[in-house]
């Protein structure tokens, strides 16, 4: 009976671990989808209709992309809920809560979309925004099709994610990524066939109504037992989702406080020449925040289910060896950006943006140190146990912008990012990982001490590498390349010796030989 036990949690490890690689698999590609998109789609709006009509597209565009908030965050709150009920089978739960929520949202996308409607064909909004080739008619309908296509994204959003909730999330986040890149090349395809603004946004909503007839296709052949519909909608019950929610749209506000207000510090201290070279840093770093957040949307679905079961020994061992990993990878990656850096901005923007390696390496600075705090997030936050959380970033996002404020006038744009680093550290980075603790019973000294201070050495020993590729190795593109491949060996291996654990070796190992031999 023992080893019957230990072969099935063997097996439950793998499931999970391969569900989980997946996931972060899809995550990726749907990253790479987007920045490819934008590459290669921007060029052909300017070929095929020019600056100044493409410029009142993204002005409509920016205005009515302010719709996608009427979510207020409910979608991760009534996923989360969902999956704990999956999880323990408690089904008649799930179908009312699943049915509450799609009639909260399908009747604020009614009432938005009629609102809109009105407003859009009432308000002279080209004239307020001084077009010049778009007719008032033109806008109207241009921006009636882009807000149809926003709102009814919300309740979309909540049908793929039901692919979460039965630890299905790499399906999901795969047809997210098929919704992506039809919906570029659609794009694509009417401007090279000389498509007005009107057709561009018509054909944007084809992939999001073909993903919905799929995924209720999908759902019915597939999961029987998931009902989608309203027969058991409660509006009692739909409207307790609006509190617990709202804390998760703080995290979200948060986020875009913290971008776009830094970027506003920078322009109006710093001046609007200095905003182009401080995002490029600030992108180029952002690499490592993607890391983590990858990794966190696949786990997500996992975490859920085992705080639903009480695991909270699993979890425990899932936490400090997942805030490790994340750790490990972003601090490797953040030394090879370090070296690489200058290569890279110049290789990119054909030496067009000026580098500065300060503001590069306290960036770096900045979004390693965030690595663990963001690992440890995701499990309050898949607990649905995010009140903290939220006041955490709302804190950070606030002090921040207070710092850089002070900070820019005597350091510029580089006090900007300094700012933002101290507040991380004093709020997010101690406090975060403090109160997942308190949530698992774990001791948050043996916490930092295991996940931490046990990787020094070998955060040494990769510094060191990259030292001597930098100094020996002199073809930019040939250096950088060497370099990655040099820590990645190193860092895998030391990482593996030195930084694990015995446990985390010998699960690590068994990982390895599950797969080699499939």
């Known amino acids: 009976m023992r080893n019957l036990g230990s072969l099935h949690n063997k097996s439950g490890t793998h499931k999970v671990a391969r569900r989980v690689g997946l996931g972060s698999l899809a995550v990726f590609m749907g990253q790479g989808i987007n920045i490819l998109g934008q590459i290669l789609v921007a060029p052909l709006f300017l070929w095929a209709w020019g600056a100044q009509l493409y410029g009142e597209w993204l002005t409509i565009f920016a205005v009515v992309a302010y719709l996608s908030l009427l979510d207020f965050g409910m979608q991760m709150y009534v996923v989360n809920r969902l999956n704990q009920c999956y999880s323990v089978k ?62 009814f994204a919300i309740p979309q959003g909540l049908i793929v994610g039901l692919y979460r909730t039965f630890w299905e999330f790499p399906r999901g986040a795969m047809l997210a990524n098929f919704q992506r890149a039809s919906m570029f090349g659609l794009i694509a395809l009417v401007l090279l066939v000389g498509g007005s603004v009107i057709q561009v946004a018509a054909i ?8 919905i007839a799929f995924v209720l296709y999908d759902l019915r052949k597939r999961h029987p037992e998931v009902k989608v519909g309203l027969s058991q909608s409660d509006w009692k019950l739909a409207i307790t989702f609006l509190g617990p929610s709202l804390l998760f749209f703080l995290i979200q506000i948060s986020g875009a406080l913290t971008v776009q207000g830094s970027i506003i510090v920078v322009s ?14 600030r992108t180029l770093t952002n690499s490592i925040r993607q890391i983590v957040g990858s990794l966190n949307n696949a786990l997500w679905p996992e975490l859920t289910t085992l705080e639903a079961h009480g695991d909270y020994s699993r979890l425990r061992i899932v936490h400090r060896s997942f805030v ?15 070296f690489a850096g200058k290569d890279i901005v110049e290789l990119w923007t054909l030496g067009r943006i000026a ?3 300060r503001l590069l390496d306290i960036f770096l600075l900045y979004l390693v140190l965030q690595a663990p705090w963001l690992a440890s997030s995701v499990f309050p936050a898949a607990f649905n146990h995010h009140k903290n959380l939220a006041v955490c970033y709302i804190l950070s996002a606030v002090l921040g912008l207070g710092l850089a404020l002070v900070l820019v006038q005597h350091l510029g744009m580089v006090g900007v990012a300094f700012g933002l680093l101290i507040a991380d550290i004093l709020v997010c980075g101690w406090f975060i990982p403090l109160d997942t603790c308190r949530i698992l019973g774990d001791s948050v000294r043996k916490f930092w ?9 070998v955060i040494a020993i990769v510094w060191g590498a990259a030292w001597l590729v930098n100094e020996f190795i002199d073809p930019p593109l040939l250096r950088i390349l060497i370099m990655f491949g040099s820590m990645a060996l190193i ?11 015995s446990e985390e070796r010998r699960r690590a190992a068994s990982l390895v030989a599950f797969y080699g031999a499939r």
């Open 204 to 211: 944007q909503l084809i992939p999001l109504v073909g993903v």
């Open 90 to 151: 408690q089904l008649n739960d799930y179908t009312r809560i699943l049915h509450s929520a799609l009639g909260l949202y399908l009747s604020v996308a009614v009432v938005a979309g009629c609102l809109i409607a009105i407003a859009v064909f009432v308000a002279p909004i080209g004239q307020w925004l001084n077009f010049r080739l778009m007719d008032h008619s033109t806008v109207a309908v241009v921006a009636l099709l882009l807000a149809t296509q926003l709102i």
């Open 324 to 338: 490790k990993m994340s750790f490990a990878a972003c601090v490797f990656a953040g030394i090879w950006l370090h």
């Open 268 to 281: 109006a201290f710093a001046g609007s020449v200095y905003v182009a070279v401080f995002a490029i840093h």
């Open 449 to 457: 001490a295991d996940t931490v201070l046990r990787g020094v050495p």
């Open 355 to 357: 580098f500065d390696q």
């Open 491 to 501: 860092g895998t291996s030391v990482g593996y010796l030195a930084w694990l654990n």
